[in-house]
Structure formats: structure tokens, C-alpha cells
């Protein structure tokens, strides 16, 4: 089970890592890989590029965690709320907006099964949690 999780902070995290540098770094380029044409609205690319660099940042929170046991919660915690947010703010935005290009609705996927694996690891850490605490309380 430890090294699914491993494994799972290392997609994660790099996939944060990955698309939060091409966000914040190249967003004209990244985004038109999707179809999106940003221009050169200053105030669009500035708000491409603020998300961009949260998402790196967490991508590397997340990644330490697969190899730093301290902060493996932390990671998963962080994984699950980035991407299921991600993901469920785009399932609400194809049903005010519509159906968006086919690239955004595979990262849509993705998301949500990325965060949906790492609540399911959450709920995991916070059920042994509980079952420490009570273990704890027998023995004093």
C-alpha cells in the first residue's frame, strides 16, 4: 500500500510540477496546445500565470510527500483538494458553459480520478488516525 501511495504523490506531484510551470512560465504556448488563444492581454496572462504558480508549488508539496513520510498527509490532503476542485469546477463550468475541446475534457478525467484516488488515501490515513487515537486511550 506504501508504494501505491508513493506512486500516486509522484503522478501527482509531477502532473502539478508539469502543467503549473508550462502555466506559469509559458502560458501562451501551454494554453494554445488546449486551443486557447490568450493573445496579449496582460491581465489575462496574469491570471493564467497566479494559478499556474500555485499549482507548481503545491506539485512540488505534493511530490516531497512521496518521499518524506512527515509530510505524506499533508500531500495527500493537498492532492486531493487541488484536483478534485480542478476537477469538479470544470464539470460545473461544462454545465453553465458547455462541453469545452476534447484536451480539457481529458484533464477533467484526470483530475477527478487523481483526486478521487487521493481522498480515498485520505480517508485511509484518517480511519488508521482514529483507530491510533482510540488505541491510545485504551492503553492509558
Known sequence: MKNLI?????????????????????????????????????????????????????????????FITKLAYTSVLLSSLFYLSYGFSRLFSMIVDGVPSESLVTATIVEIVVGGLSFLVLVNFLKNQSQSDSALKITR
Open 6 to 66: 508513493k506512486v500516486l504523490l509522484v503522478v501527482s506531484g509531477l502532473t502539478g510540477i508539469i502543467i503549473g510551470s508550462g502555466l506559469l512560465f509559458a502560458p501562451v504556448s501551454f494554453e494554445a496546445s488546449a486551443g486557447i488563444d490568450l493573445g496579449t492581454n496582460i491581465n489575462l496572462l496574469s491570471e493564467v500565470r497566479a494559478p499556474g504558480g500555485a499549482l507548481l508549488v503545491a506539485g512540488v508539496l505534493i511530490l516531497l510527500g512521496a
